[in-house]
């Protein structure tokens, strides 16, 4: 099967190379686009060079599967051509609520594979794809009723010109030089920033919109939620603290059960020094962490606990190639 | 008035010797202890070179108000040996919630320090001040059913040695060399650790009980609250995202205004790009930031908001100097 990737280039499309590699993805051949500032230049692919092409004159014909993971305009302009040849698979927010088009991750809601109107299949938001993997098994059990989200984002969930400044910064910082930001409204080294994306109405960004907006669309409407979202000095992985309500009464040993044994999920909560995951662990893995799981004594039903996934993956390039294969099989 | 300082070489210690000389604070003498290991050092006041005592063959007699701050268990020995002869403000946890000491936060509590019972007044915990200085305006107004706090903690908070291995870790880490942790559980550089103080019962920490039990003594035992604190790469500066739920309907244009009239408070809360206070800014500044402000749509009678201070005033050294002026007024 032909494969594209639109935005090649990226720190996400680099990614999906780096998964559809590590899966042994059925490829016949694999095609690289990006904008005409990338084409030209060479991305390895199980031991071949590939040469980006320029995603302006790009043939959509000649794959089956087309990943897109350029930003929200990009996906506007191209993603709609692309379909008519090829499914898309986008990154992008762009059509994330579109009606028409399925919202996935795959081990929550891979039934609405079967609604694909446009051709199109949305990849949600990096900190979205971490949380409903958690939240899906523990509402199967105990109905979710509300969530109170803080985050703890990683600067790659930005792009690599983001993490390049983080370096840079801190470099910076540690020489007592003078920090200008470019990629951040203020100075991310050694700090944290309490805005990711653009603020919308009633003073919430646009991040925790769509954390609110898209877990409703994958796992269920009627889960109430409501998002902080916190951009701190860590390269890649994001972390979350959760206080989930549930509708019926938990039981936390089988809480700590359900979520080792959900697909994509690991438990890792020792209660003592470093009996935890942090953000640097998570980095390469496939796995969303779950560790600091304990009654909320202030609340009736309720539990804390603290999340930890590699955004490009799970958030990104996993969950896209994750889709296809879903995708593949369901048809 | 003859004052002393327990812990004068500490993060802490150093901090009240700025604070106390700022202030124009009325000192007659000024008396430095600390461990033997750091006696016979100087610390400068006011132009003049103070040379550092040794606690253990310390005179208590000398001062009227001494202040503790060299950690629990030099508190547990020394400081009912101070109390004998001075008023003592202690910063360590040691005695907090004993129902014989005061606990003090100048802003919202001053008329505890009418019941002294040991000659001993209790500092708060750091991120437990920044919060009862901004709930106190707002249970007054609303009164407060519930909070959930995630912290976004610095590493000043530990002490001098977390800051100084953040940055050695921070340097070896851009050299892409082998970090090893002395004073965290897990690698703090360009990473965040869902972990301070000890564990206790339940999978909380310390420092997760101490906010909940501090700012019920402090501010109203019905308040139900409850936190998960995380130590992010940061040198000073303590963040809290906070999701407050209020038993009356609120108005967000009063609580703006309320809380930007509190004292130790200011709302800096614009709604775009940069309109916010970040933990880097607030260094070295007496108030509480509050930014982000919003409605929660997903509960009823809810806001979220965002709130910095530099853990080393407000936290620790400001807030024990105001008790000493407080204790002074109400004497």
Chains 1, 2 share one sequence.
């Not at 409501?226 to 309500?245: F, G, K, Y």
Request: with cysteine.
């Amino acid at each position: 099967m032909n494969i594209a990737i639109v935005g090649a280039t990226g720190n996400v499309g680099r990614k999906i190379i780096e998964v559809l590699e590590k899966k042994d993805f059925p490829i016949g051949n694999l095609y690289l686009a990006a904008s005409s500032k990338s084409a030209g230049s060479k991305l390895k692919f199980k031991n071949k060079e590939i040469e980006v092409e320029n995603l302006e004159t790009f043939d959509f014909s000649k794959a089956k599967i087309t990943f897109f993971s350029a930003g929200g305009k990009i996906s506007e302009k191209y993603v709609p051509l692309a379909a008519k040849h090829s499914v898309v698979i986008d990154n992008s927010s762009y059509f994330r609520m579109d009606p028409d088009v399925p919202l996935i991750v795959p081990q929550v809601n891979s039934n609405d594979l079967k609604n694909i109107k446009k051709n199109i299949i949305a990849n949600p938001n990096c900190s979205t794809a971490q949380l409903v993997i958690i939240l899906k098994p523990l509402h199967d059990l105990f109905n979710i009723k509300r969530v109170v989200i803080s985050t703890y984002q990683s600067t790659s969930g930005a792009g690599k010109a983001p993490m390049d400044e983080l370096v840079e910064q801190t470099k910076l910082s540690l020489e007592n030089k003078k920090i200008i930001s470019k990629n951040f409204t203020k100075q991310i080294a050694f700090n944290a920033i309490p805005h990711i994306d653009m603020f919308v109405d009633d003073g919430y960004t646009k991040e925790e919109v769509k954390m609110v907006n898209e877990t409703k669309k994958i796992l269920d409407n009627k889960i109430e939620l409501t998002a902080t979202c916190v951009r701190i000095p860590v390269m890649v992985s994001h972390a979350e603290s959760l206080n989930i309500e549930f509708v019926k009464p938990f039981n936390l040993e089988k809480i700590r059960e359900v979520l080792n044994n959900a697909d994509g999920c690991k438990v890792v909560d020792e209660r003592k020094d470093g009996g935890y995951i942090t953000p640097a662990e998570a980095e390469g893995k496939n796995e969303t962490f779950i560790s600091r799981i304990r009654k909320d004594n202030s609340n009736k039903n309720t539990i804390n606990l603290w999340c930890v996934s590699d955004n490009l993956l799970r958030g990104a390039a996993l969950n896209a190639v994750e889709i296809a294969e879903a995708y593949i099989k369901n048809k």
